[in-house]
């Protein structure tokens, strides 16, 4: 192979790995990975309803980096991309009927300022297509709020625009609705562990108990954006990627409850969510990572799905999502309750190991590029010396072995013994050795060549090597050393014009794709 022809077969690489890395990496789950989960089930009526969680936009809040500076716009970029890829290739290709967002869909939304919260709102509604002028915009979409969209009751007091503009776009933030014949209640679960004498957590609670004394008709889900209490160290199933994250409640002011951060609603909460409410599912966020947890209430036990981040800068690099279907029909007894709601979980691409392999195959194209052979190197030659070699291995074992060397000095020999059989005796020949001293004569064919010739001729030979040794020794060494380093630079000049082709190629088809699901 040339270094021509190598070069036309890095470029083939390179652009079948951009196509999977930036295209089709995101169609894996909807080709074969995943799929809806009553498609396992003998009944189909069931509304598709997709389930994500934790975008959490990546602003000056996220990274200590400079505001508008190149560095943060280029990590806004490729994290917001990423999304938007996850769910233009890989959730609306299952055409869901109903899409659930479980929040925290900013990051510092509750710091940020009017100006710099709807430029992170222009964001979100460009990735999960919620613009008007979007074509997906018609699907049915419903939301609850996160701690980093409107924080907790500590922020609540001190910057209260953060629930107001959230209410205003967003709506309510206790509220519940129906998709089929199942019931979806949703509340501010940042707000359930707060100063009860609050609005926000008195408002909260006031929900919960209407909903508690409403009939209820179909099964309900909850839906929480903080995950229910469970002890620690609670094993969270197979599908969890990361460490398990115990409880953690930091309070500022213990008097009046003001809650800082929490990883879980506290145990009392919990209870009463699910004393009051009845779910036969929770649905929550927030912990970034999959995790699956039944829960003990005095109407039976009912199992969490703590769904995982769709964002892969958010500590997760196994990033997912949800696909729930929800039943149709009303379940005769309890017992067929479970048929109701079906959950299925469904990853991304790991766009960190996605990353790992471009960098992984730009370091493969150096090294080959800088380390073939000008005259390049004879695939076809190489496997005809290895069919050859193997012939002749296959031939040394399946042929006779050679009678051994000691055979040839010896001789056979007839005896006779006393009863009169014949039995054959090998006697050693005696083989003359001879010596060449330094004072015989050394013969080749009828010249002679006596020793003290011999001897005049090596002194003659070691003069004449010992006079001639260092000079043409240093030459030689001086003409190396120029040599490699016209080789080197030719290598790396070669090496670059390889590197300028292979990027004219590629380069073009990078920022095709890059650019196609941004403006689509």
Not at 40 to 57: F, G, N
Not at 88 to 96: E, G, H
Not at 387 to 399: D, E, N, P, R, V
């Amino acid at each position: 192979m040339k270094l021509s022809e190598l070069t036309a077969v890095l470029c083939l690489t390179w652009a079948l790995t951009l196509l999977y890395g930036e295209m089709l990496a995101f169609r894996l789950p909807s080709l074969s990975t995943c799929r809806w989960p009553h498609h396992h089930t003998q009944s189909l009526d069931y509304v598709k309803v997709a389930v994500l969680t934790d975008p959490q936009l990546t602003d000056r809040t996220s990274l200590p980096l400079p505001p508008k500076s190149l560095a943060l716009e280029l990590v806004q970029f490729y994290s917001d991309l990423y999304m938007r890829r996850a769910f233009l290739s890989s959730v609306l290709p299952f055409d869901p009927d109903v899409i659930l967002f479980l929040g925290d869909y900013f990051d510092g939304g509750p710091y940020l300022s009017d100006h710099e919260w709807k430029e992170s709102l222009s964001r979100l509604k460009h990735i999960f297509s919620l613009s008007s002028q979007e074509r997906h915009s018609t699907i049915p979409a419903y939301r609850i709020p996160g701690n980093h969209d409107i924080g907790y009751e500590f922020l609540h007091s001190r910057r209260p625009q953060a629930i107001r503009r959230y209410e205003k776009e967003f709506g309510s933030r206790n509220y519940q609705f129906t998709v089929g014949k199942v019931e979806f209640v949703a509340i501010d679960s940042q707000a359930i562990d707060g100063n009860p004498q609050g609005y926000m957590a008195s408002s909260t609670r006031a929900f919960v108990k209407n909903v508690s004394l409403d009939v209820q008709a179909y099964p309900r889900v909850l839906l929480t954006h903080i995950p229910l209490y469970r002890q620690d160290g609670t094993d969270c199933g197979p599908n969890r990627k990361s460490k398990i994250i115990n409880q953690r409640i930091n309070v500022h002011s213990p008097d009046i409850q003001e809650i800082v951060y929490q990883n879980y609603v506290t145990k009392e909460s919990s209870n009463y969510l699910l004393d009051s409410i009845q779910p036969i599912l929770v649905l929550s966020g927030h912990d970034h990572d999959q995790c699956d947890v039944v829960h003990k209430s005095k109407y039976g036990p009912v199992k969490e799905h703590t769904v995982g981040t769709i964002s892969w800068q958010q500590g997760n690099v196994y990033p997912s999502f949800m696909l729930l279907s929800a039943s149709n029909f009303v379940p005769s007894n309890t017992s067929s309750s479970e048929e109701a709601v079906l959950t299925q979980l469904c990853f991304l691409p790991v766009q960190l190991h996605i990353y790992i392999w471009y960098l992984s195959l730009f370091v493969l194209t150096l090294l080959a590029l800088l380390l073939w052979p000008t005259g390049g190197v004879s695939f076809w030659h190489h496997f005809s010396d290895l069919m050859a070699f193997g012939k002749q291995l296959i031939s040394s074992i399946t042929s006779r072995p050679k009678e051994k060397d000691e055979d040839l000095n010896c001789e056979y020999e007839m005896m006779w013994d006393a009863e009169g059989s014949m039995q054959l005796v090998k006697k050693i020949l005696n083989v003359a050795v001879t010596c060449i001293s330094e004072t015989s004569s050394v013969e080749r064919g009828t010249a002679v060549m006596r020793p003290t010739a011999i001897k005049n001729i090596s002194q003659e030979l070691e003069v004449s090597v010992n006079a001639d040794a260092f000079d043409p020794m240093a030459k030689t060494l001086s003409r190396a050393s120029k040599s490699w380093t016209k080789l080197v630079i030719q290598r790396l000049v070669r090496t670059f014009r390889m590197v300028t082709i292979i990027a004219a190629v590629n380069v073009p088809i990078y920022m095709l794709l890059l650019f196609k699901d941004w403006i689509d």
